[in-house]
């Protein structure tokens, strides 16, 4: 893994940074500082306004766990693509699906409220989070994170035993198993928009989907170094991301004006 701003990254970059490029991005973590309630995560200015700009000179689109209802009013931009629930939603023309996860979410969900009261490694910290298309059970405030987070695994394979069981960071996610995840969504993206190339910025579990593609015209980036991770590029810290949103609206800039020049 090597840092997208040493030499070879901008090589890298000189590759595939080229005109139609599509942009894409995770929220939480990427775009979006990571904060203790999911739900006070906010888009900071910094990166907004780059964004915005970038939206102007290239397709962009945003890849998330969160819903498209939950995303939509955190975004101070528009993007080209904005995929909810890791690829469950907002793919144009997969809109068949949604209704066949949805139900299969509300059956989870049911199973959980019912069963996880009688679960001997219940805490008051667990939070079930219905997505509409999966579920996400938080257990950040548990008393004991690590241990709860360790035995709500088997406990949720076997409450949901047709769900894909997907670990993130303090939280678990149920997925229906046939479900398209990032990685899945990412290529048909590039299919719907014909772009030349790709660059992927993330940081979670759910973006190695992404990081693992084999993809000659893809460059991958994490948000922290990784070892761990797929992913061949990383940035140190998430405020380096407004570096490199300043240096992919350089690149692009440059192209806008040796065209019309
Ligand atoms: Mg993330």
Redesign the pocket.
């Known amino acids: 893994m090597n840092s997208i701003f040493s030499q070879k990254g901008k090589e890298q970059l000189d590759k595939i940074i080229k005109k139609g490029v599509l942009c894409a991005f ?5 775009l979006a500082p990571i904060v203790s309630q999911p739900d006070d995560a906010r888009l900071p200015d910094a990166i907004g306004k780059r964004m915005a700009t970038l939206t102007q000179l290239t397709p962009v689109a945003i890849l998330t ?1 969160r819903a498209i209802d939950d995303i939509t009013p955190r975004l101070t931009f528009t993007p080209a693509y904005l995929i909810g629930n890791h690829g469950l939603e907002g793919i144009p023309g997969w809109e068949k699906y949604s209704s066949m996860y949805r139900d299969l979410c509300a059956r989870w969900d049911s199973t959980l409220r019912e069963t996880l009261p009688g679960w001997s490694g219940n805490d008051s910290g667990i939070d079930i989070e219905n997505k509409t298309y999966s579920l996400a059970v938080h257990y950040r405030h548990a008393a004991d994170p690590d241990k709860t987070g360790k035995a709500l695994l088997p406990f949720l394979k076997k409450a949901a035993p047709d769900a894909l069981i997907v670990p993130g960071k303090y939280m678990v996610s149920l997925v229906p198993p046939d479900a398209p995840n990032k990685g899945i969504a990412l290529n048909e993206l590039m299919t719907i928009s014909q772009a030349p190339s790709v660059l992927y910025a ?3 579990i759910t ?1 190695e989907d992404v990081f693992k593609l084999k993809r000659k015209d893809l460059v991958s980036i994490h948000v922290e170094k990784s070892p761990a991770s797929a992913a061949p590029w990383y940035i140190e810290t998430h405020e380096d991301m407004i570096k490199l949103l300043d240096d992919l609206i350089n690149r692009l800039q440059s192209f806008k004006a040796t065209r019309t020049g």
Request: charged fraction near 50%.
């Open positions: 995770d929220f939480d973590g990427t766990g993330g940081d979670d973006d």
